[in-house]
């Protein structure tokens, strides 16, 4: 939503690669979560996370990152409105993102925004499998790193998420989320508990008409 996108090629090791740039100039607050996506994405290596080789600024000012190009499409692109699929399938998937969210959480990075459209699904390689890969974290929060210093160098940001705004998709939010509550790592995993149900039953545990119904149907 804040970024457009673009595939380019490395002209030196002519190598396809996917350009995110800052649609809005003279915006601080979008262009330090663009950083902190290309920061986290940059240092958390693993092979379910998208990876970042490059972040800037256009001529024109307008921050940008470069990713690693991606074949195939999302699991909401691949589901449709009602598709289900296996269970051995869909526990595949869940572990495989699951996986790239513990390493994200490990150094304090919360996505806050597991979904559907969020899960990548890479065309399989020959003799491979087709394999997750967790995209966008475009609006993540650092919560402090569990357990060890966090392995990677992650800048704060600079204009914090305003308090008590609502942040993330209503169908996927943790209650914490949909009510304004201090959230961490947890989040995600309940984000990861709707995609898993979606998987299996072709369709969302709560389906509802506003903003209103979702937070009534999550947090009870």
């Known amino acids: ?9 490395h002209r030196s090791l002519r190598r396809r690669l996917v350009m995110k740039v800052l649609r809005e100039p003279n915006r601080p607050d979008l262009e330090d979560r ?5 920061q986290a994405l940059a240092q958390l290596s693993h092979p379910h996370l998208l990876a970042v080789v490059d972040y800037g600024h256009t001529p024109s000012g307008r921050p940008y990152l470069v990713s690693e190009r991606l074949y195939g499409r999302t699991l909401k692109e691949e589901l449709g409105p009602t598709g289900a699929v296996p269970v051995h399938e869909a526990a595949r ?17 919360v996505h806050r925004d597991v979904k559907l459209d969020n899960l990548f699904l ?11 890969k967790v995209i966008d974290f475009g609006i993540a929060k650092l919560v402090g790193a569990e357990g060890a210093p966090a392995p990677v160098n ?11 705004m ?5 169908s996927f939010m943790s209650p914490e989320q949909i009510t304004n509550q201090a959230i961490d790592q947890r989040a995600d995993v309940y984000g990861m508990g709707v995609v898993l149900y979606r998987l299996l039953t072709g369709r969302n545990p709560f389906i509802c008409r506003d903003l209103l119904e979702y937070a009534a149907a999550h947090a009870s």
């Open 1 to 9: 939503g804040m970024g457009a996108v673009f595939e380019v090629e």
């Open 34 to 38: 663009l950083r902190l996506e290309a």
């Open 93 to 109: 998937y869940a572990t495989e993102a699951l996986s790239a969210l513990a390493v994200a959480h490990r150094a304090g990075v």
């Open 122 to 132: 890479c065309d399989a390689t020959e003799g491979g499998a087709k394999r997750i």
């Open 154 to 164: 992650l800048s704060p940001l600079e204009v914090p998420t305003a308090e008590g």
């Open 166 to 170: 609502m942040v993330g998709t209503p």
